[in-house]
């Protein structure tokens, strides 16, 4: 009962939490002195006034969905926050097989998602000190500088790969399967040239995809992740399945964490977004996983197919919505191309969760996933 | 409800994702069929070598006769599937609930399958050109005329993109096991049957397990089968054949585009070709890639397509549990009209002639499927893109173009049935590379007789045949 009723406690405090900050981010967005060019401009389309009458989370309804065609093209300058105008801007990029990328201006955000996330890591499998692999896509995605901050908050030194998903995703679709071969292959000479030359690199991101080629790659060689030194590996994208992490832990890794001492989370976010991060994950609940968003910074939800602004019950299936609300970005009301459960909140994240996170089933026959 | 797992080396696997495979008329589950991963298979691949080691403890004719057991089992027995069984009636009605086939064609592949495992010494006889099959075992050896031959294995076992829709594939990788061969198969996400039932045989008639792996899944596992298969081959569109032309690893079938050529000095015969055309065209729904989906003729085209379409057009879509039914269901929503649509476009073309418009209705749309009655064209030259097409249900084009235009015009042909006693003619039919299978004389095209080689010889794919020199006084060493 008093478990229950801290949890409620936890719940209404986030919720709390939650209305106070949209007010806060709000309030910078649209006020003349701080707000960006772009939401400046929206607000006088809009049929109300966000600095007087967005008073808590639920009032961002009242902004039409976010079109992510709001993203595309320039010039970028116009989602620059005019106080943020004298300072280092990054501008990081998604999609971008074909046509214009959609893009994010970034000061500070990144570090920020990162130094949180990192505070989630169990030093047990991440020591602090220890250096880092970072083997996904790198070029205008902001994920290199991100892990490559999670590994200086930590002590450490990130070493890279060089990899481009745009390639890869013309390969597929080009049907240029050996050369997808060779490009993998040559991803994962270069990660293992580094994780056997001596560079102390304990922890590491991958993708599914390339953790499971990594990992493949080592057997062949007559070793293995552990065996090269790494314990603590942080992951993420819908091809992240509970089967393949099943596979992954029992057969690619050797066991759950106790025994093959390597830990794996699973994380959802991508550059509109920060970092969702997991329940562990464990075998006991058939390596189930259940994201939660960082709030009040970004905010998931799982709403109706045939109404965004209605939330499905828990463990009923929806599309995932999501909204950023941070000093530098404002998105109200994203419509993710995936869907999923939703998951109830628990004492480490008092907020909904979403589960079983994989393509939108009405664009997922168009969506070319998982390629990295 | 079956529930049926991935089967690594013989071993079940329950995967935490499944899919269900569903009656195609009431969206009935049928099963429940475990998904591997693309890993999984490429892990597992790496004991690949095994199956050749724990197969060739066993002689070549000794797994002859253990597949010809399989034979009877596959046909008369209850065997062990997932966590139940299955009758040989049961069969037939999944295969059936699942593919849209109709049941007595089920029955009819399922026959096929048998008489091929059945008369595996002389199929192999066939493929191998009579070589004595140890040779293939040992590697090298002697033949009767007193040459050293060698057979290089190249590779421990085949892999196998199956099909979805075509059960009657499967007689191209029941040869691999007597060749002491393992088999990897990704069984078509609505026909598993075939390949469950055959590897439950194989086992009940005492071949090892360990030999056989079935990997049902999306398409990453297709991916890693044929990647780290040393032999696979692969089964679906002119995409995945374009896809992989050229690729020694992987033997891909595809299209058929088989035909019927009209000679001059028989076309003014043509009405008595009429029951052969019809065979060609429509047997087992019109699925195979063995359909005749062209007749090239120099003259009588009209005649002949007016006659195809009084015999195919009044064909009507009946209930696959109906001995009558000809038609096979597509299964999946929208493909159907799809097909329809496609279809429309080309007939509408100059030149092009729909010959079953006065039939009624081709495309029939059921609650959970849609049928697509037969389809005759005629085409006043082969430059009509009706001329090129091939779809999956009866459908032909009769093609009129001259004869010596005709090889050239009508491109790759996997069975050609050439009606024509001229022997300059049947020379340059011999001669022509685009024709896979010929048939001289009213052959329909979908009668193949097993002791000729398929598409791809599978002892050209699966061995190498090499120099091997042996000193004079050491031959008795190799003569076996």
Known sequence: ?372 | MLEIPVIRWGKPYESLETTEVVHFNTGEPIAKVSSATGGMLTRDMRKAGEARKILKQFSIEDLIAKVGKAADLFETQTLPLGNGTQTPDEFVMHQSASTGLPEHMCRSNMQKNCFVMRNMTEILECLTRGLPLDILSRGYGMEDRGVVVSFQAQTSILGAVLPSNSPGVHTLWLPVIPLQMGLVLKPGSSEPWTAYRVASAFEQAGIPPEVIGLYPGGHDVGGALLTSCSRSMIFGSQKTVDQYSGNPSVQVHGPGFSKIFLGDDCVDNWEQYIDMMVESVYINGGRSCINCSNVYASRHTKEIAAALAERLGPIEALPPEDPNAGLAAFTTEGVGAAVMNMVQQDLKADGVTDCTAEYGDRLVEKERCAYLRPIVAHAANPECEIASKEFMFPFVSVVECPQDKMIKAAGPTLVGTAITEDMNWIGDLTDATTIDRLNIGPIPTNRLNWLQPHEGNLIDFLFRSRAYQVPQDKLAMVSG
């Open chain 1, 1 to 372: 009962m008093s478990n229950e009723v801290s949890l409620d406690a936890a719940v209404a405090q986030a919720k709390d939490r939650l209305d106070q900050h949209t007010v806060e981010i709000v309030q910078r967005h649209f006020h003349e002195s701080t707000g960006c060019p772009f939401w400046l401009g929206k607000k006088a389309e809009l049929k109300f006034d966000p600095l007087t009458e967005i008073k808590c989370y639920d009032d961002l309804k009242k902004f039409p969905a976010f079109e992510d065609d709001w993203l595309r093209g320039g010039p970028v300058e116009r989602w620059r926050m005019k106080d943020h105008a004298d300072r280092p801007t990054y501008v990081f990029e998604t999609g971008g097989t074909t046509g214009v990328p959609k893009s994010r201006v970034v000061v500070d955000d990144f570090r920020t998602d990162y130094t949180l996330f990192s505070k989630t890591l169990p030093d047990e499998y991440f020591p602090q000190g220890g250096n880092w692999l970072m083997l996904g896509p790198s070029g205008p995605r902001r994920l290199r500088l991100a892990v490559e901050h999670l590994a200086q908050v930590r002590g450490g030194i990130s070493f890279c790969i060089d990899l481009d998903p745009r390639w890869v995703v013309k390969l597929i679709k080009k049907g240029w399967m050996e050369h997808l071969e060779e490009y993998k292959k040559h991803c994962m000479d270069q990660a293992i040239t580094i994780l056997t030359a001596n560079h102390n690199i304990k922890c590491m991101f991958g993708t599914p995809k390339l953790i499971e080629g990594l990992c493949l790659a080592l057997e062949e060689r007559g070793t293995s992740l552990a065996e090269v030194g790494i314990t603590g590996i942080f992951s993420g994208g819908t091809e992240f399945t509970p089967q393949w992490t099943r596979f992954c832990v029992e057969e690619l890794f050797g066991g759950p964490p106790e025994e093959s001492g390597i830990y794996m989370t699973p994380t959802y976010g991508n550059t509109l977004m920060g970092l969702a991060c997991s329940k562990p994950v464990t075998a006991a609940e058939k390596y189930k996983i259940s994201y939660y968003a960082p709030q009040p910074r970004a905010v998931t939800e799982v709403v109706c197919f045939d109404d965004y602004n209605t939330k499905v019950g828990f463990g009923e299936t929806g599309r995932v919505k999501l909204t950023t609300l941070t000093p530098e970005f404002f998105v109200p009301g994203f419509l993710e191309r995936d869907e999923g459960e939703r998951e109830a909140p628990f004492e480490t994240y008092p907020w909904d969760g979403v589960s079983g996170v994989r393509p939108f089933h009405e664009t997922a026959a168009t969506t070319t996933v998982g390629v990295y």
